[in-house]
């Protein structure tokens, strides 16, 4: 049926909502969190150095899976030298000091060799992958789920497609392998299986890198999707009646990864008067869309 005979039939458009991995878990974990962050788009002023050194690891990563894409052939110390580049950007932009220089460099190094051994498996196929995918409509509503893949492949010789995400680690743990990022990424390119690849930061560690294999059965990624389609409902349901219908949930200010909620000042202040909450805003929180095409 095309789009103009399904206005035509609903009697009005159909409402739109898109949602990437972190709106999902946002709305799923405290309503106002969602709110803060997807109406309001705020996030916290200032950024920590553990995430920078995520960011700086990831971009090493990205460049030489383009590379790799662009011209397939490269000899070791071709691929040393992106990375190199990138952490020696890092230190003159003060990020790392001399010793973390040059701890960077041999780990990045040591990684290079590693994942070599790696790479006879596989064939890379995309890198940083966008994408937008219909989740579910009917005469009313358009549910899209969006994301970003860190790098698409195809496992040889079976020629099945996969997905993998890098994740840095400065401790030894195991990501839950069934969060809404990874059955999202199966579901998006209709696959099975996907591999985590654990980029460890540990000093004192003869095996800091690990690839690891996750397998989603069909019936997993079913629920998955509509226990996701459920979220949004939930959440359009709530966008009529403003902020007031997006409550806190008090019990996941402080069950965060890395510490408290950042928004707890906002939340912990929504009492006072509404000069004293603006001032809050300004001074510790700033607008930023982080969409996954950017």
């Known amino acids: 049926m095309r789009e103009s005979e399904r206005k035509r039939r609903s009697g009005k458009n159909r409402l739109v909502l898109a949602m990437d991995s972190q709106a999902l878990n946002a709305a799923q974990v405290c309503k106002r969190l969602y709110y803060l962050t997807k109406a309001e788009k705020l996030v916290r002023i200032g950024s920590k150095r553990a995430y920078e050194i995520g960011t700086m690891v990831h971009d090493i990563m990205h460049r030489v899976t383009r590379a790799k894409l662009n011209r397939r052939i490269f000899t070791q110390a071709q691929l040393l030298e992106i990375g190199y580049k990138v952490i020696r950007r890092a230190h003159l932009r003060g990020l790392l000091d001399e010793d973390a220089l040059v701890f960077h460099t041999v780990k990045y190094t040591q990684y290079v060799s590693w994942f070599q051994n790696q790479e006879r498996y596989y064939k890379p196929l995309g890198n940083e992958v966008r994408f937008s995918k219909l989740l579910y409509e009917d005469m009313d509503v358009i549910f899209a789920y969006e994301g970003r893949i860190d790098l698409v492949l195809r ?30 990424y199966s579901w998006a390119i209709d696959t099975n299986i996907g591999f985590i690849i654990y980029y460890g930061l540990q000093k004192e560690k003869s095996d800091p890198f690990r690839l690891e294999p996750i397998s989603h059965p069909s019936g997993l990624i079913e629920q998955w999707k509509q226990d996701t389609i459920r979220t949004y409902r939930d959440v359009l349901a709530r966008i009529p009646f403003g902020e007031d219908a997006f409550e806190r949930n008090r019990s996941a200010c402080d069950s965060g990864k890395f510490g408290n909620c950042p928004f707890i000042p906002i939340c912990d202040n929504s009492w006072v008067a509404p000069p004293v909450q603006e001032g809050i805003r300004r001074n510790f929180f700033k607008e930023s869309d982080w969409t996954p095409w950017k």
């Open 155 to 184: 496992i040889e010789p079976a020629g099945i497609n996969a997905w993998a995400d890098y994740k840095t680690q400065g401790r030894d743990y195991s990501i839950y392998t069934n969060r809404n990022q990874f059955l999202g």
